[in-house]
């Protein structure tokens, strides 16, 4: 089977600073890969080349069996339209319910008619334990609520793939493990890649199966999790026990 993702020798910089250098990673189609990794170590910048926000220097980063480096924005919107992107923070406009904020990609991207939007709102809702909660503005919601909906918005349009960014960043601990709880749940249930990027080491256990740490701009390891426990790197070992 053709892999979900694979970066293959990715270069990016900034300012003449290399983040990747030369990121090569194969996403399997189905699983759920965690990126884990220091802060500042390009985590986000690799993520952001699944769907095309950044594009490489050199190098080739191939979705779903295309190889997107040299897409326009245009031809970008089929490769955004399945793969859903939970950005760091997860913003729900504030200004909507939660039903609207729920409804909004699906007024933007298809053409259903409301009372299909209204069914496929209330199931995904559902799926993420809300229920009840749909004419409720954002700032009623506790942070680990807002998290649920920014997860059922992001599969609203049932992609492929689901790309996290740091997903717990902020949550107290017993949040953290519900949050990571539920992505395994969904991940699951809706039998998609799930792209993971963390710093929290806990979290990346109870989701993944492999994780990929990324090191210097290069992939430093990759296996599952009781393979990363027991390898012998040092620097690995290092930030596993920080
Ligand atoms: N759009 C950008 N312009 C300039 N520098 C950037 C940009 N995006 C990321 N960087 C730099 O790339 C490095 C890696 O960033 P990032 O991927 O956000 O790290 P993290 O692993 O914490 O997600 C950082 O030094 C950051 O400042
Ligand atoms: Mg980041």
Not at 84 to 98: C, R, Y
Not at 146 to 170: H, N, S
Not at 174 to 190: A, G
Not at 213 to 236: A, N
Request: include cysteine.
């Amino acid at each position: 089977m053709p892999p979900f993702t694979f970066f293959d020798e990715v270069h990016k910089g900034f300012d003449g600073v290399e983040v990747l250098r030369g990121l090569t990673l194969v996403i399997r189609k189905g699983e759920a890969l965690v990126i884990l990794g220091g802060s500042g170590t390009g985590k986000t910048v690799a993520l952001k080349h699944i769907v095309g926000l950044i594009k490489p220097d050199s190098g080739q980063v191939y979705v779903d069996g295309q190889d997107i480096t040299g897409l326009d924005e245009n031809e970008l919107l089929a490769i955004r339209r399945k793969v859903g992107f939970l950005f760091q923070g997860g913003a729900l406009f504030d200004s909507m319910s939660v039903y609207e904020n729920m409804a909004y990609p699906l007024r933007e991207h298809t053409s259903l008619k409301e009372d299909e939007i209204e069914a496929r709102v209330m199931e995904k809702l559902k799926m993420v334990g809300l229920e009840g909660t749909q004419s409720m503005m954002p700032d009623k919601l506790s942070g680990g609520m807002r998290k649920r909906v920014a997860l059922a918005r992001a599969v609203v349009l049932e992609p492929k793939a689901l790309l996290y960014d740091e997903p717990t960043t902020g949550l107290d601990p017993i949040t953290t493990r519900w949050v990571s709880t539920l992505m395994r749940n969904i991940h699951e249930k809706l039998n998609i890649t799930s792209v993971i990027v963390t710093h929290n080491i806990q979290s990346a256990m109870a989701v993944a199966d492999r994780i990929a740490f990324l090191y210097r701009g290069r992939i430093k390891f990759v296996g599952t999790p009781e393979e990363i426990q027991s390898c012998g790197d040092h620097i690995v070992q290092e930030f596993l026990r920080s």
